[in-house]
């Protein structure tokens, strides 16, 4: 059984950091694709970064760009976010996701994490 799962969460005041992790188990994570998304109260869910199957080739949504990083650690079978500078706008859960041999343009996903709640206040 393929799993996500999403830690490192939290309240944090503007302009501070946060990281996220997504840990992996169930699937042969190198061949994945992984993915931010995230979701706030009313919102759809949108996209945030990519980090492909090859190569480490990423991208960014505009409104996170020079903020956030995407990164993956195919030994620890895990990817992170890194968030600096974080804006009030940025309160959302956040989801990671993996999608089988993808790019950095999301197309598949195969599984999702259960999200983990970030809050930036002013």
């Known amino acids: 059984q393929a799993q996500l799962e999403e830690s490192g969460g939290g309240l944090v005041q503007a302009g501070g950091s946060l990281r996220l992790s997504c840990a992996s188990s169930g699937l042969t994570f190198s061949s994945y694709a992984m993915g931010w998304f995230r979701q706030a109260p009313g919102n759809e869910r949108e996209f945030v970064a990519a980090?492909?199957?090859?190569?480490?080739?990423?991208n960014y949504a505009d409104s996170v760009k020079g903020r956030f990083t995407i990164s993956r650690d195919n030994a620890a079978n895990a990817a992170y976010l890194q968030m600096n500078s974080l804006k009030p706008e940025d309160t959302a859960v956040y989801y990671c996701?993996?999608?089988?041999?993808?790019?950095?343009?999301?197309?598949?996903?195969?599984?999702w994490g259960q999200g983990t709640q970030v809050t930036v206040s002013s």
């Open positions: 980090i492909g199957w090859i190569g480490g080739i990423t």
């Open positions: 996701a993996a999608g089988y041999r993808g790019g950095t343009i999301w197309r598949r996903t195969d599984y």
